[in-house]
């Protein structure tokens, strides 16, 4: 390759080359520091020093897509969620926290490494089943399951504990006024008596059949909700250790090998519990012994001799560093005492108990070591199935045929969105994150090399279609269009007639005559609170919202899932002085929990003031697989890139 080079540079088209690149110097001009400190960031938010790449965005974003999919059930695609202002919510948020944590650090509330690690060290996550405690190798593994490094989860605990100190500064001792939380209390006790009657959809025809154009105007009025996401139909090779066979024969030969191996690890030492005092002199170690010998305490014989006692409590021979004194004091019986001449000086022993050891026999470890020979053998025979795969796919066979030359057998998947979800929005088992993410880095009859699932299995997959983001056809979608776009009619009609009652009953007419003409009857609930409002099963969150927004003798409106209802606020009437005086101790403690909430607000608000913060909002789209804004467009309206669905409503 090298030679290539040098005859490449000798060439009139590298000549060339390169007077067109000096040309362009002295065109546009060349800084020595651009060239020197290039400044490359694909950063989407930066505050301050502080930075969040592409990767940590799109993490954000798809957490809080599946809690609102929960919340809601419904089925959000990053389109929905763009339209909706749901990624620039999320950057935001992003964007304050890390404007906050970087506010922190230039005041100097930063919490030390030891800190950090002695928090760590508590979570009971990373303890270690056997031992119950905090075990490095499990802390960096669950680490890894989750898709983060140590760097990047101390990272967050730094921040995490910088705003817990900052917050304890600010809040400690901090409660709301008494007169708060009495109007609270009034606020809380009020009630309120309410008059209503309901209008049924039979009460209004049916509206008619909606025409194409009536349908597709409905369609481009909800083309967000509606767009597909984009849909991938793959092809997958897996080559996984439950594939091979899972009782091959087992050399024993093989299974004695390990067990003699392994036997010292396997088996239990014995231990003992010794007492080893240090002597001087000859006659230091005969008064020692003598002491001992007459149950003296051991620590009071070895400070009458200058020295200080060691105990090994329970140890094996190997935990006593001297060998000569080991030695010694595993040859001398319980209760017995022992003068050693040892490589570290002369010591006394004194051997208080001995627990005996166990050795294992190879009868009680052969299952145990006959599934790890199997372990390794089926991980040996994964091995040999992708290297007989690669050699194929690396010499111009397709995954599929390559796939039947190693023998394995592929998988059809699709069509499947890059979150996992088939056409009905239904997850497809089987997929990983990993299996995604290198699906939807490859072009339509792109395949990828073998890759590395973890667990000892491996994989390969290829895009055989891609499906971009689209609206289904019409006649796919009509029913659902058709019931929806009845509906819409249905409710304006509704609205229409309850206006006219609502209209008839400000000029003067009784809420029972209105709602005798219209064949129905006033229904009267008294002293309802905001305490058991939602008790009274019967009224709708709308209906609620209104009464406590009415003033007494208001007429309203109000929609349900049953239909239309017309209600009118009666009266009001205030608490009683008794519960008022119960209630303000009661709301005081929340209150005040709502106030700090508002305070730690204001700090974020502030530390945006303070620290430069800017967000990349094309490059957080293209993080989450959207075009990005057209800049002419955004100027004119802030509208996508074309072939892009504008805003339309979330499913309530």
Do not use: C
Request: hydrophobic share 40%.
């Amino acid at each position: 390759m090298l030679s290539s080079i040098r005859v490449f540079a000798q060439s009139w088209a590298a000549r060339g080359l390169f007077v067109l690149l000096i040309i362009s110097f002295v065109v546009f001009g060349i800084g020595n520091r651009d060239l020197l400190h290039p400044k490359i960031s694909n950063s989407v938010i930066t505050a301050g020093a502080r930075s969040i790449g592409p990767a940590e965005y799109k993490r954000a974003f798809e957490s809080y897509i599946q809690r609102l999919e929960q919340q809601m059930h419904q089925q959000i695609s990053p389109e929905l969620a763009a339209a909706n202002g749901l990624d620039q919510r999320v950057a935001q948020g992003m964007a304050s926290s890390e404007a906050f944590a970087a506010y922190l650090t230039k005041i100097g509330i930063r919490p030390s490494d030891k800190l950090i690690a002695g928090e760590i060290q508590k979570i009971p996550a990373f303890f270690d089943q056997v031992s119950g405690r905090f075990d490095r190798n499990n802390y960096l593994k669950r680490l890894a399951d989750n898709n983060l490094t140590a760097a990047v989860f101390e990272g967050q605990m730094r921040d995490q504990l910088s705003e817990q100190q900052a917050a304890t500064g600010l809040i400690t001792g901090l409660k709301v006024p008494r007169a708060y939380a009495a109007m609270g209390a009034i606020y809380t006790v009020e009630s309120r008596d309410l008059g209503y009657f309901s209008i049924a959809p039979a009460s209004v025809p049916q509206p008619p059949a909606p025409t194409d154009a009536q349908l597709t105007e409905l369609m481009k009025e909800n083309a967000a909700q509606l767009t597909r996401p984009e849909f991938r139909t793959l092809t997958v090779v897996k080559f996984s250790p439950s594939q091979v066979a899972a009782n091959a024969p087992i050399d024993p030969k093989e299974v004695q090998k390990r067990f003699d191996f392994r036997k010292d690890t396997l088996s239990s030492p014995e231990t003992r519990t010794v007492i080893q005092i240090p002597a001087k002199t000859p006659a230091a170690a005969t008064q020692i012994a003598q002491g001992l010998a007459k149950g003296a305490d051991a620590d009071a014989v070895a400070k009458a001799a200058g020295v200080e006692a060691i105990t090994y409590a329970n140890k094996p021979q190997s935990a006593i560093p001297d060998k000569k004194v080991a030695a010694a004091a595993f040859a001398t019986p319980a209760g017995q005492i022992a003068t050693v001449k040892g490589d570290l000086g002369a010591a006394v022993v004194k051997v208080m108990s001995v627990t005996a050891g166990r050795s294992v026999t190879l009868e009680e470890v052969r299952p145990a070591i006959e599934a790890e020979i199997r372990k390794d053998q089926a991980s040996e025979k994964v091995y040999a199935l992708t290297q007989a795969y690669d050699d194929a796919h690396q010499g111009g066979a397709t995954l599929a045929a390559a796939a039947t030359k190693a023998g394995v057998a592929t998988t059809a998947i699709g069509p499947v969105t890059q979150g996992g979800r088939d056409l009905t929005g239904q997850p497809v088992q089987g997929l990983t994150q990993k299996l995604m993410e290198t699906a939807w880095s490859l072009p339509a009859g792109g395949e990828s090399e073998v890759e590395d699932a973890g667990n000892g299995e491996f994989f390969a997959v290829r895009v055989e279609k891609v499906t971009p983001p689209a609206m289904p056809p019409l006649e796919e979608i009509k029913p659902m269009l058709t019931k929806a776009w009845t509906q819409q009619q249905l409710a304006k009609t509704l609205q229409a007639k309850a206006d006219g009652y609502v209209a008839r009953i400000k000029k003067g007419e009784t809420l029972a005559a209105v709602a005798a003409s219209a064949g129905s009857s006033v229904s009267e609930i008294p002293g309802i609170d905001r305490r058991n409002a939602s008790q009274n099963q019967a009224l709708g969150q709308d209906l609620l919202g209104k009464l406590f927004t009415s003033r007494p003798g208001d007429v309203f409106t109000a929609s349900d899932a049953k239909g239309y209802t017309v209600g009118k606020l009666e009266a009001v009437h205030s608490g009683d002085p008794a519960q008022l005086a119960q209630m303000v101790e009661q709301l005081r403690p929340q209150m005040s929990q709502g106030y700090l909430r508002e305070v730690g607000e204001s700090a974020h608000v502030y530390a945006r003031q303070k620290i430069k913060v800017t967000i990349d909002s094309n490059r957080a789209r293209e993080a989450i697989g959207l075009e990005p804004i057209d800049p002419k467009a955004a100027a004119a309206g802030g509208k996508a890139a074309p072939g892009k669905p504008g805003k339309a409503p979330l499913a309530k």
